[in-house]
């Protein structure tokens, strides 16, 4: 078999692939609801500290994910999430400065209602500002 005889197959496979993945893209896109995110930003307390915020709505299914890095300063202490003034839940601080929350309906957990314009805050145990922002 010569080189030009293997090549014409494969090249035929691969362009069938890229097409496949072409068209899933935009069905994948379409299904995926709403998203809106808050970047976080430290405290005067915490001034490197930074981080995120998102929460994905489709349909009945809501998920919550907030993210602080950069506070090693407080690594093992506990973090709590408010949104719009209201407790969300707490996170541990772990060994290289990074915390993360996730709360999602599907694992049947309370997901806060999120507006645009709504506040982020996180807060150390004593009540002390580590991050901030608006969605």
Same mark, same amino acid.
């Given at each position: 078999m @010569?080189?030009?005889?293997? *090549?014409?197959?494969?090249?035929t496979? !691969? !362009?069938?692939? *890229? $097409?496949?993945a072409?068209?899933?893209?935009?069905a &994948?896109? #379409?299904?995926?609801?709403?998203?809106?995110?808050? !970047?976080?930003?430290?405290?005067?307390?915490?001034?490197?500290?930074?981080?995120? $915020?998102k929460?994905?709505?489709?349909?009945?299914?809501?998920?919550? /994910?907030?993210?602080?890095?950069?506070?090693?300063?407080?690594a093992g202490k506990?973090?709590?999430?408010?949104v719009?003034? @209201?407790?969300v839940?707490? *996170?541990?601080?772990?060994?290289?400065? %990074?915390? /993360?929350?996730? %709360?999602? @309906? /599907?694992?049947g &957990? #309370?997901?806060?209602q999120v507006?645009?314009?709504? #506040?982020v805050?996180?807060r @150390?145990a004593?009540?002390?500002? $580590?991050?901030?922002?608006?969605?």
């Amino acid at each position: 078999m @010569t080189f030009t005889k293997t *090549m014409k197959p494969l090249a035929t496979i !691969a !362009a069938t692939v *890229m $097409a496949a993945a072409v068209v899933a893209a935009p069905a &994948q896109a #379409r299904g995926g609801g709403t998203t809106i995110t808050a !970047a976080l930003h430290g405290a005067a307390g915490f001034p490197n500290a930074s981080g995120s $915020a998102k929460l994905k709505k489709d349909g009945a299914k809501r998920e919550f /994910e907030v993210e602080v890095e950069h506070v090693r300063s407080l690594a093992g202490k506990r973090l709590t999430v408010f949104v719009h003034g @209201t407790k969300v839940g707490r *996170m541990r601080v772990g060994g290289l400065g %990074r915390a /993360e929350l996730s %709360r999602s @309906t /599907e694992r049947g &957990q #309370r997901v806060p209602q999120v507006s645009k314009g709504n #506040r982020v805050n996180v807060r @150390t145990a004593a009540g002390k500002l $580590a991050v901030t922002g608006r969605f």
